[in-house]
């Protein structure tokens, strides 16, 4: 089991910017971004896979940029262009099960306590 901390979560008016962190980044390991906002259910938002794959949701894509650092361990998530309905919070998931999606909210083994995001119109 690995302890994942995510940072980064705020307030911000719709247009603006946010830069998630998550630490540790696992070498190997496919790592993703989900969020859940309240009374809906929990979705993928972006993944890394352990091969270098890199997928989005149709929601974010253009906006949103998953990336990792491996100097620092960290994953992050760069969000641009932020609107009201990214309202959430936000999770980072490390270590797909087999045969799992990289962006199926049942599918990572490990995760972290998450970290809110606020947009405000």
């Known amino acids: 089991q690995v302890q994942l901390v995510e940072s980064g979560g705020g307030s911000v008016q719709a247009g603006g910017s946010l830069r998630l962190s998550c630490a540790p980044s696992?070498?190997?390991?496919?790592m993703a971004w989900f969020r859940q906002a309240p009374g809906k259910e929990r979705e993928g938002v972006a993944a890394?896979?352990?091969?270098?794959?890199?997928v989005y949701a149709d929601s974010v894509k253009g906006r949103f940029t998953i990336s990792k650092d491996n100097a620092k361990n960290t994953l992050y998530l760069q969000m641009n262009n932020l609107k009201p309905e990214d309202t959430a919070m936000y999770y980072c998931?490390?270590?797909?099960?087999?045969?799992?999606?990289?962006?199926?909210?049942?599918?990572?083994?490990?995760w972290g306590q998450g970290t809110q995001v606020t947009v405000s119109s």
């Open positions: 998931a490390a270590g797909l099960k087999a045969r799992g999606g990289l962006l199926g909210p049942l599918d990572y083994i490990n």
């Open positions: 890394f896979g352990s091969i270098g794959v890199i």
């Open positions: 696992i070498s190997g390991y496919s």
